[in-house]
């Protein structure tokens, strides 16, 4: 990014002032609200003057203000100070390197500058995040990166086998996504531990797995009867969940023909709202303590999960190829039972493709979301009271209907 000179030299007095007043209110003995900006355009002036004697002009300047800050500190101790911390410290010299950045590229400088503002700002926020994990969520984070930065890149991207549609690079590009969404909602499970409620507890449930959901509090309904409205309310708030859950994949995996699957599962989406929200205001209750859902990072069902997509990839390719829309209909409807992922991410990415027709995936997903409340009301009819059954029967019987009138009525 072109700029004049005066341009540079006032974008890292601001910054440097933005950083200055944040230091200010916290950590004021080595550096604040007027020595900050003079950092940033030490560093800009510098970096001019870079430009025509040499880089060592630069290094000079680094130089100058690390025995600034080393002296800085010193006097900080002898005055009594025996944690001096290192915050502030990093920060200028970060600082320094902003400024001279200006005169290189502006936008990037602008961004880093103000990244490292927020930073400092948010002490309090991040240190109460650390706090909340355990060695169970910082376990699901290491998994996480395991799966991502250590097994994908070094996965083939090519396909194998017939139908050219199994890809182990995309197929594991796949996993991550899932597993990133739902370890998402763990993470803010443990975050928003403190505030739990009904509204939480199946927001977070629907996000890392509704069925999950379902069946932990079908279970929980044998325990007394006072809390089947609640738990209806929050089986109902996981399964509408689910279907914002499958318009994000759908973005993610299939954008070109995003536009032609979004409309009807969006509709049956807000069925789902409107079913969920008369649920609650009919039952509404004390708060619950939702049940603690398993970590999603976990390698062997990041495996599992791996293996279900790419069966399922090419069991609907197959079943397009030797029956039709007929096969993946059938396909899409036992996959739905059980889980919903596999279905979504197999026929929205043969849909990008051009391999399926767009109006044939949107209709295979919902018909598997349909299977998928057909399975939780089995389970809830196993595993639950007889009083939630026929609560949450209710709402998922309109559900159904609703999205049989979807299937039936809505324009190819």
């Known amino acids: 990014m072109n700029a004049s000179p005066y341009l540079q030299l006032g974008v890292a007095l601001g910054l440097g002032l933005l950083v200055g ?6 950590e004021r003995s080595v550096a604040g609200v007027r020595t900050f ?3 940033t355009m030490f560093g800009a002036v510098c970096a001019l003057l870079a430009q025509g ?5 630069l290094a000079a300047g680094m130089v100058a203000l690390a025995g600034l800050v080393v002296t800085g500190n010193l006097a900080k101790q002898k005055a009594g100070d025996l944690d001096p911390g290192t915050t502030t410290e990093f920060a200028a010299v970060l600082m320094f390197a902003v400024g001279a950045l200006t005169t290189h590229n502006l936008s990037v400088a602008v961004i880093v500058g103000g990244v490292a503002a927020l930073l400092l700002h948010l002490k309090a926020e991040m240190h109460r995040i650390v706090t ?6 910082v376990r699901a984070i290491m998994q996480f990166v395991l799966l991502t930065l250590v097994i994908l890149p070094v996965l083939p991207n090519q396909t194998y086998g017939p139908y050219a549609v199994l890809n182990p690079f995309k197929a594991w590009l796949m996993v991550v996504l899932i597993v990133g969404l739902s370890l998402c909602g763990y993470v803010a499970f443990k975050l928003l531990g403190a505030r739990r409620g009904t509204l939480v507890a199946g927001l977070l449930g629907g996000l890392v797995s509704s069925t999950a959901t379902t069946v932990s509090f079908a279970r929980h309904s044998r325990q007394g009867s006072d809390g089947v409205p609640l738990f209806a309310t929050i089986i109902l708030l996981a399964s509408t969940v689910l279907y914002a859950r499958v318009l994000a994949l759908l973005g993610a995996v299939a954008a070109p023909v995003f536009a032609q699957l979004a409309p009807p599962l969006a509709c049956m989406l807000l069925v789902m709202v409107l079913l969920s929200t008369i649920t609650f205001f009919a039952g509404r209750q004390k708060a619950t303590t939702p049940v603690e ?6 390698l062997k069902s990041a495996l ?3 293996a279900l997509y790419a069966v399922v990839l090419l069991l ?10 007929a096969g993946i209909y059938v396909v899409a409807f036992l996959s739905g039972l059980t889980d919903m992922d596999a279905i979504t991410l197999s026929t929205s990415q043969l849909a990008a493709g051009n391999q399926v027709a767009a109006s044939t995936a949107w209709r295979a997903v919902l018909l598997a979301s349909m299977a998928n409340m057909v399975f939780k009301m089995a ?21 159904l209907v609703a999205g049989g009138a979807i299937l039936w009525w809505w324009p190819v």
């Open 21 to 26: 007043m944040q230091r200010e209110r916290t």
């Open 37 to 39: 900006p003079l950092i």
């Open 53 to 57: 004697f040499g880089g060592w002009v």
């Open 132 to 137: 909340a994990f355990g060695d169970r969520e």
């Open 293 to 298: 859902p398993e970590n999603p990072a976990q």
């Open 304 to 306: 599992i999960f791996g």
């Open 316 to 325: 609907v390719a197959a079943a397009n190829d030797h029956f039709g829309q």
């Open 379 to 399: 389970m809830i009819a196993a595993l639950g009271t007889r009083a939630l059954f026929l609560r949450v029967g209710a709402a998922f019987a309109v559900a």
